[in-house]
């Protein structure tokens, strides 16, 4: 047993300190004790082991900030679809929507609510009480790639349409692209963005990315290999990287640590679950035998008892099925009795 100045009982604490991360000592269980006690529990760390962690420790925290910001905006759109669902649930209100929220820029976003508008102004009224700073991407900041596609029909789209813009050089690293349909913007390769924000958003070159890399190809210009114009997230030795960490082996639980910590932390109370309980059990060869004698010894007590002649609505020998033996049918057609309406000639009848 250890206990601090205090004379309490100390507890087991985990120090995360640039000196000491992950490092777990005995120290006061009240939160705010000015006793100072600090028992360590675990051995001194190298000092390459505290310049590491700290900087893990911090790379963790912003992916985890990063991860819940995707994520919330990921849910946010689909509650708000889900929400629209219970009053208009027709496929044109869900087209509505998806307009809406795939602009990537903000002048295509309200042409995309004024059609909405157009369409029904009641929906489009309740859709504007939303901030558009958590569904659409026309108002996103950071990059956001759990909306994006990355299939490869998408790609051989963009590739496909790609032939149809006109690029144009300004002398630097930007270019001006036109396109059908009043589709002209600008991109800078120089800072890898382009005007129309789906090479910033998404991490994959647009069509308008596409376009100026045919230009300067046909120019006689080395563009390189292609997978350099997409974001590392997205490229194989990222994935590698991720994946190349190795599950370590676990020893049995009779060789495990015996831990030293005083407080002895209790499974959770059990709860029954509602309903019938499920047997998990499997019956021995003895019971399965004893089954099926006591199940015959019924069977053949019952067949007894109603006999082989069909009385009682029971087949010979206690089939169960009802016997059609004494019983005389009456056609629905004629009247007659002997023959059913299928079969009957019209006999005395219509």
Known sequence: MVRCFCGQMAIVRTAWTDKNPGRRFWGCPKEDSTCGFVGWIDPQMCERSKSIIPGLLRSINKLKTEVGKLKEENQMFKHIYENMRKRWRTTEYKEKLWNCAKATIVQEFNRSMKEFSEYDIEAYEWLKKIPPLHWTRSHFTEVCRSIASNSNKD?????????????????????????????????????????????????IPCRHVIAVLFDKADNGEDVGELYTYVHKVHWLETWKEAYSYKVEPIKGRIMWHVSDCPIKINPPPHRNQPGRPKKKRQRSMEEKSQSQAQSQSQ??????????SGIDGHGPGGSGKLTRKFIIVTCSKCKNKGHKARTCKGQGGN
């Open 155 to 203: 790609h051989g789209n963009k590739r496909n349409k790609c032939f149809y813009y006109i690029a144009r050089w300004n002398s630097s690293d930007k270019y001006e692209v036109q396109g059908p349909w009043q589709d002209q913007h600008v991109v800078d390769m120089g800072q890898r963005v382009c005007s129309c924000r789906k090479w910033e958003l998404t991490g």
């Open 299 to 308: 069977t053949q007590s019952q067949s007894q008892t109603i006999g082989a």
